[in-house]
């Protein structure tokens, strides 16, 4: 992983103490993945002043990189173990990515737009990170293929819970934390899933960019 300087490693760990840990979350887990995570890589140079901000940030052909507490809030909410399969709709910059795959045994990304993607496996290769696998295509149609996985992150809102995805490619047991509701304003819920039930916890109001599919929204027409 590259070093990082003086300044950005106070600036990481400000940012770790005043928007994650003063907010209440303290999972040493979660804090040691965000501090091995060196944020400003996935900023293009122009935006990288904005890394440690506390909100998302543009990252180009209308997505997003969430802002940091959201990341400590979701990952924390998916309580993963080093032993943990998660999938991962949405990979974005890859950010959230390297910080699940500090914590999981192996991650399978999903982006439906093909230059993040690309953008994302070059960064990650770049850190060492080796234990994620990359898809491109529709999220919202998962991993058949390698389901089912212990742990499902959603990176993007849908109109309603995608209740097909997670009843078919979420282990018994399993938990799926996600945004949904309309495009202003979402809501953060937790999803555990117990034989054929599952059951929703509301974490927080949130905003994120829409989950396009089969399960989400439909496509814009300039798409």
Not at 68 to 79: E, G, H, K, N
Not at 151 to 169: V, Y
Request: hydrophobic share 35%; proline share 7%; net charge negative.
């Amino acid at each position: 992983m590259p070093e990082l300087n003086v300044k950005e490693t106070s600036s990481l760990e400000r940012m770790i103490q005043q928007q994650v840990v003063e907010r209440g979350i303290r999972d040493p887990r979660v804090l040691t993945a965000l501090r091995s995570v060196p944020r400003e890589q996935f900023f293009r140079k122009e935006m990288r002043r904005e890394a440690f901000a506390d909100r998302s940030a543009p990252i180009g052909h209308g997505q997003t990189i969430s802002q940091p507490y959201i990341v400590a809030l979701m990952t924390s909410r998916l309580d993963i173990g080093p032993e943990h399969r998660v999938l991962e709709i949405g990979t974005g910059s890859g950010y959230h990515t390297a910080v699940l795959a500090k914590l999981a045994h192996e991650v399978y990304s999903v982006e439906r737009v093909k230059p993040l993607l690309d953008e994302a496996f070059e960064r990650l290769y770049g850190l060492g990170i080796h234990n994620v696998h990359f898809r491109f295509g529709d999220g919202t149609l998962g991993w058949p293929d390698q389901a089912p996985f212990d742990r499902i992150l959603i990176a993007a809102g849908a109109p309603k819970i995608p209740e097909e995805l997670l009843r078919e490619q979420l282990k018994d047991g399993g938990i799926a934390v996600l945004p949904y509701g309309p495009e202003d304003e979402q809501m953060m819920v937790e999803i555990r899933k117990q034989g054929d039930e599952l059951t929703t916890t509301e974490v927080c109001p949130c905003r994120f960019v829409k989950l396009i599919g089969k399960e989400g929204w439909e496509p814009e027409t300039t798409e």
